[in-house]
């Protein structure tokens, strides 16, 4: 499906919510409000891949082209340059 793509190195905790704001306005642009699907692995647990589904091939290639390897940011989850030895939940994200 061309409207469609494939989001890889979310992070675990990424939710429906947190991948919208990742979308920012390319979130418009979704076929409707079930259009993001969280990929779960065998125990239930999120993979780290989500689908997100687009009204048109056009939106989705317009999101993957300006967001491809764009670094995620998590609500409530400490800045990126937190200094030495500093473990982020920011992920770049494959789209």
């Known amino acids: 499906n061309e409207s469609a793509v494939q989001l890889r190195g979310l992070p675990y905790r990424a939710t429906v919510s947190d991948i919208k704001?990742?979308?920012?306005?390319?979130?418009?642009a979704l076929k409707n409000?079930?259009?993001i699907q969280l990929v779960l692995n065998r125990?239930?647990?999120?993979?780290?891949?989500?689908?997100?589904?687009f009204s048109s091939?056009?939106?989705?290639?317009?999101a993957r082209q300006e967001l491809h390897m764009r670094v995620m940011e998590l609500a409530g989850a400490p800045?990126?340059?937190?200094?030495p030895g500093h473990v982020s939940a920011d992920r770049y994200v494959e789209v």
């Not at 704001?21 to 418009?28: C, D, E, I, S, V």
């Not at 125990?43 to 589904?53: K, L, N, W």
């Not at 800045?79 to 200094?83: K, L, V, W, Y």
Request: aromatic share 6%; proline share 12%; hydrophobic share 35%.
């Open 21 to 28: 704001r990742f979308l920012g306005p390319h979130a418009q």
């Open 57 to 62: 091939p056009e939106a989705a290639l317009a």
């Open 79 to 83: 800045p990126a340059s937190g200094g």
């Open 33 to 35: 409000e079930n259009s």
């Open 43 to 53: 125990d239930g647990r999120p993979s780290g891949f989500a689908r997100v589904q």
